[in-house]
């Protein structure tokens, strides 16, 4: 446990901001197990629009440095590749 003023600041600043971050990725990892469900189920219209929100969220979270921004990108290149399978089996 810190005793110097300041390092008790950061030990609370370092707890908020990682609450901060579990929650950008929590909702992240929320959207895309959604998006995967929606694909599954074989709804178009419902996997366009979670197909939207979860590369929001996963723009989001690069955005903020929480996962690479390569990392963001494979990730929408996989979400894009599986929807356009979906749409192709019309």
Do not use: C, W
């Not at 600043?13 to 895309?32: E, P, R, Y």
């Not at 599954?40 to 979670?50: L, R, Y």
């Not at 197909?51 to 390569?70: C, L, M, P, S, T």
């Amino acid at each position: 446990m810190p005793n110097i003023k300041s390092a008790k600041k950061r030990v609370k600043v370092i707890a908020a901001k990682t609450l901060q971050n579990k929650m950008v990725k929590t909702s992240m990892k929320t959207a895309i197990k959604k998006y995967e469900t929606a694909l599954t189920s074989g709804d178009k219209a419902a996997a366009n629009e979670a197909y939207r929100y979860a590369v929001k969220k996963v723009d989001n979270a690069a955005a903020k440095g929480i996962i690479h921004k390569n990392n963001a990108a494979r990730k929408k290149s996989s979400f894009t590749h599986k929807l356009n399978d979906l749409n192709a089996k019309a």
